[in-house]
């Protein structure tokens, strides 16, 4: 509960896990203790957060995981590098013409980009984010909904089931996000449903970007959510290095350094 004594959602209750263990409380009585649930409850808790790669589990606990790129809450994740998000989502907006059957995935860069599509005209938008759909209620555009298992730390609906409505669909181009990057292994994510629904997007768009800061490259995550030569282009804030633009430009992805469009 909060200190108001309102009982909080998981997503929060996620959060304030992570910040206490932050702090330095991170065993099971400490956590039920300060966020007033049974430890049961917290044992549920640490064990989504581990299957996300936030925290990895100790006797009567767990720490903060340092092994993969991880997760943050998409609250928490929506916060960084807000700027080069806003830079990273109008270089991708230039990519879209009239006309296109586009996927919107899931993250916080992608929702930036849901953000600018009424500058277009007569899409069809494709989505298995939540957090984009909301951006687009009032859409003039064609909107689809991806059914699935809903990942309440990423707001998507992911798994199997999406399969149900992507293996019928021809998309132009699939906007994809991701948790980690590497030129020698490709996106990755943190979760195998996820990157289940990732990589059959990919199969069914004509061109895959993919929106990356900075921060994401380099660094690989817990699920390969697909290869180097599946993305047509990377879209990110800034210069890669020499050698990975090298391995990039052999492997037929451009890449596209967003222009700074400042922190407004």
Known sequence: ??????????????????????SGRTTLSELSEELRVSEATIRRDLSDLEKAGKV?????????SANFATEPMFLEKATRAASAKRSIARAAFELIEDGDSIYLDGGSTIVELAKLLEGKRNLTVVTNSVMALSELLDSRHRVVALGGEFRQ????????LTAGILDNLNIDKAFLGTIGFTVEEGPSTTNADEAFTKELVTR?????????????????????????????????EKPLGADDAEVLKEKGVEVIVAPDVGAA
């Not at 730390?153 to 199997?160: A, N």
């Not at 990356?212 to 990110?236: M, Y």
């Open 204 to 236: 069914r768009s004509r061109k895959v970007i993919l929106l990356a800061d900075s921060s994401k490259i380099g660094v690989p995550s817990f699920a390969s959510s697909g290869k180097v030569e599946d993305i047509d282009t990377l879209v990110t």
């Open 56 to 64: 990895r589990r100790v006797r009567g606990g767990a720490v903060r």
């Open 153 to 160: 730390i990423s707001r998507t609906f992911v798994g199997p």
């Open 1 to 22: 509960m909060d200190g108001n004594g309102r009982k909080l959602l998981s997503v929060e209750r996620w959060e304030a896990i992570l910040r206490l263990i932050d």
